[in-house]
């Protein structure tokens, strides 16, 4: 069975600062994928980043970066230098192989950013 | 493109009623796959589509019914509305299940509460 376990539930900062969400995952399968996705406030779910199991090189995009850890089964996302637009739930999912491209998800970390 | 499109946005209904909700997708995606977000516990997926004329349960098939005459449109039906089904639902698509670069986009999502 795979699991995706974010276990902040809410995070709040102030503008400016550096901000950090937790994505643990479990499976059994040796190849698999990563994602986080965003959900704004107006509800929909935006493709942040994919991350294949063979590739454990971390990835900077602007104020995103993300920090993969196959040791520690850990898939975790840093903004910098937040920002009010960055207030959002954000979720990690895993896919496994097989068993119809299931994404599994984590149940969301609510991130509020405040001036 | 429109990328993929659900409908209605929003819907109530009454205890035993039926309904569909509609999504398409123009991407000429083979994957469709529907999910229901439900606070606390993320997306879970309901059923999903490999292709036209193929479908298969997820996680929470109960109580919905899928069909996929083409590749563009993957309708949800629920035959007998519970207020267990009030939920937003989301609908997804990717190109290939099979691919290591696959990733799923979502539709805008639907509201629906059953009273």
């Known amino acids: 069975a795979q699991k995706v376990t974010q276990a902040q539930t809410e995070i709040s900062v102030v503008e400016k600062e550096d901000v950090t969400l937790d994505c643990v995952y479990e499976t059994r399968d040796t190849t698999y994928y990563l994602f986080w996705y965003k959900q704004p406030p107006s509800g929909e779910l935006v493709f942040l980043i994919r991350?294949?199991?063979?590739?454990?090189q971390n990835e900077i995009s602007g104020r995103y970066s993300w920090n993969f850890q196959k040791s520690t089964s850990s898939f975790n996302f840093t903004i910098t230098a937040s920002q009010v637009v960055d207030s959002a739930v954000y979720f990690c999912a895993l896919r496994g192989t097989g068993g119809g491209n299931k994404l599994t998800f984590g149940t969301g970390t609510q991130l509020k950013v405040e001036l | 493109n429109a990328g993929v499109t659900q409908t209605p946005k929003f819907q109530v209904l009454k205890t035993g009623q039926s309904m569909t909700l509609q999504c398409a997708q123009d991407?000429?995606?083979?994957?469709m796959s529907w999910y229901r977000q439900d606070p606390g516990m993320g997306l879970r997926l309901i059923h999903y589509?490999?292709?036209?004329?193929?479908?298969d349960q997820g996680e929470v098939p109960n109580g919905y019914n899928v069909s996929r005459s083409t590749t563009e449109d993957f309708p949800l039906r629920l035959l007998s509305a519970a207020p267990s089904q009030t939920s937003v639902y989301f609908c997804?698509?990717?190109?290939?299940?099979?691919?290591?670069?696959?990733?799923?986009?979502f539709g805008p999502g639907t509201r629906l509460t059953v009273l």
């Open positions: 589509s490999v292709g036209a004329g193929i479908t």
């Open positions: 991350r294949n199991s063979f590739d454990e």
């Open positions: 991407m000429n995606h083979e994957y």
């Open positions: 997804a698509s990717s190109y290939s299940p099979d691919s290591s670069t696959d990733t799923q986009y």
